[in-house]
């Protein structure tokens, strides 16, 4: 399930949005006009069974403390939203035409934001039951999510959305199982001798791998390689905490400053400086 676009719009009033915990009085949830949801924390999801702050007994006993305002969001180690300094809470959500009560977790990952609703009632354990959820979606689609992010943020431009201009690379995640590369279209212009070059390099590269896996297989060691190609081109390698980058710059064959300097810029503009000196 999804929230609606007015539930999420910053012109929603503060109102429909209340942090919610057990008292000894019993109130409404005030929510804006037209509002689809509320909001609720409490301390044990299990207890929150009605859901409904307007019913007697003991369980149905809330006062709102506050609104629940978006810059009380902050940000877990787990990459999840807390409203609770101690993360030891996740706020419930309120349908409010099914009356259905639901958790709400909310994870960020760089630009990207994944809204889950978790129905309350489908959960045996509470809050356990809410943390093995999200430890399932980290473990099962944090690589989808990771992809997903990227093409929004750069914006899906076809076969060609991740040529940079000027650079002919390609990127492995051995961590993550993923790679980046220039469109083949781009790659078909080097020229045979910058091919034959980057081949070379990239044995080197995989002959260093080896040596490094049978000195110390636990540990994997940084490693840095740049050639010069017979056609004066610049072919790079660069190995950094489990990544590999592989570079052919055909246009920057004043100095290898010049070429460090253009694989210092395209790391920390396109890799998060995943491959930079510092």
Known sequence: MRLTA???SS?????SWSYLTKSKFASNVSTASGSPISVSAVSDGSQCTPCDTSSGGEHGLYTVRRPLQRDKWSKGGDGFLVTDPRGAENPLVRLQQSEECMYLCVYQYKSLTIVVLIPL????????DVALVKKQLLETASQKIASIEEKLSRGWGGENAYHVSGYRYLIIDGDQNISRASPPTKVTTLSKESLLSLNKLR???DLEKRRSMLDNPE?????????RARNNAWVIAKISRGKELYMVLEKASETLLYAADAVEKF?????EGAFSSD
Do not use: M, P, Q, W
């Open 6 to 8: 007015h539930a999420l």
């Open 11 to 15: 012109t929603t009033s503060a109102n």
């Open 121 to 128: 009632s489908s959960l045996v354990n509470g809050e356990d």
């Open 203 to 205: 044995e080197e590269v």
């Open 219 to 227: 540990h994997e060691k940084d490693f840095e390689a740049c050639i």
């Open 267 to 271: 790391s920390n503009r396109y890799c």
